[in-house]
């Protein structure tokens, strides 16, 4: 499987709410996609997700309580959206996902790579979430934390 990595920064949501994916991702992503809404410490964007992507994570998410997965289920879907790109490799962002995720017309966005799902940035709002983080850990620091995790050390 390939993954989607790097950082693409010369990218605008036209007048009409369209945004053309980069070429290098489009087979990858498919032509009918999921968009949906996330939010980590406090800060909105959107995440592609290719359908087998978004059907995993559904399988991930259907664990629990009867209770448990209704909560879970509910506010995952209520931000999902079905997305599908035209033949230029456009896709249209809603008004409500433009609002969720702070993106405006005209306006630069990011698109990073997040291994299986593409992200999709207002330049702000991904500053504002890069002050979150702790910039004197490295990538090896990271890991070193999430493996130390996942061992219940």
């Not at 290719?50 to 209520?78: C, H, I, W």
């Not at 230029?88 to 405006?104: M, S, W």
Request: hydrophobic share 35%; with cysteine; aromatic share 12%.
């Amino acid at each position: 499987m390939r993954l989607f990595v790097g950082t693409l920064d010369e990218y605008k949501l036209d007048t009409k709410g369209r945004l053309s994916v980069p070429v290098k991702w489009r087979e990858r992503l498919g032509s009918e996609f999921y968009i949906v809404r996330l939010q980590i410490k406090g800060c909105s964007f959107l995440s592609l997700y290719p359908v087998d992507a978004f059907n995993a994570l559904y399988e991930r998410m259907s664990y629990g309580t009867e209770n448990q997965k209704y909560d879970v289920l509910t506010s995952f879907f209520s931000m999902a959206e079905e997305a599908k790109l035209d033949a230029q490799g456009r896709f249209t962002v809603n008004q409500r996902l433009k609002e969720l995720g702070h993106l405006e017309d005209n306006n630069p966005i990011l698109f990073i790579g997040h291994g299986e799902t593409i992200e999709i940035w207002n330049v702000d709002e991904r500053e504002k979430f890069m002050q979150t983080t702790d910039s004197t850990q490295g990538l090896l620091d990271l890991m070193d934390k999430a493996d130390k995790s996942n061992n219940g050390i």
